[in-house]
């Protein structure tokens, strides 16, 4: 049984500092994508990183590259998005996502990931 749980989220002030984490049971982070999402009320969820399995290859949305950092620890079967400079635009409920199926090939769009952790939500506000 496939199983994220995400934790970390919290009020930060603009500029400051973040690290998120997500422990995945049921799968292995080393032969299966991962990634992290985010959503604010009345839109769509959007990919924010993923990382693949098969290369390691990275995917950043434009909105955070060069602020955020998505890195894995396969034998803590945890992934972690480390959030530097934020913004009060970052603020959502952040997701940890998987896709179906082990491999590679997985965009890092919510449409390819089917399995999802509860969301932790961050707050960017003075």
């Known amino acids: 049984q496939v199983q994220l749980v995400e934790s970390g989220g919290g009020l930060v002030q603009p500029g400051g500092s973040l690290r998120l984490s997500c422990v995945a049971s049921?799968?292995?982070?080393?032969?299966?994508?991962i990634g992290w999402f985010r959503q604010v009320p009345g839109k769509e969820r959007e990919g924010v990183s993923c990382?693949?399995?098969?290369?390691?290859?990275?995917y950043y949305d434009d909105s955070v590259k060069g602020r955020f950092t998505i890195s894995k620890d396969d034998a803590r079967n945890t992934v972690y998005l480390q959030m530097k400079n934020v913004k009060p635009e970052d603020t959502a409920v952040y997701y940890c996502?998987?896709?179906?199926?082990?491999?590679?090939?997985?965009?890092?769009?919510?449409?390819?990931?089917?399995?999802w952790g509860q969301g932790t939500q961050v707050n960017v506000s003075s």
């Open positions: 990382i693949s399995s098969a290369d390691g290859s990275i």
């Open positions: 049921g799968f292995t982070l080393d032969k299966h994508a």
């Open positions: 996502g998987a896709p179906p199926t082990a491999g590679s090939g997985y965009v890092c769009h919510h449409l390819e990931y089917k399995y």
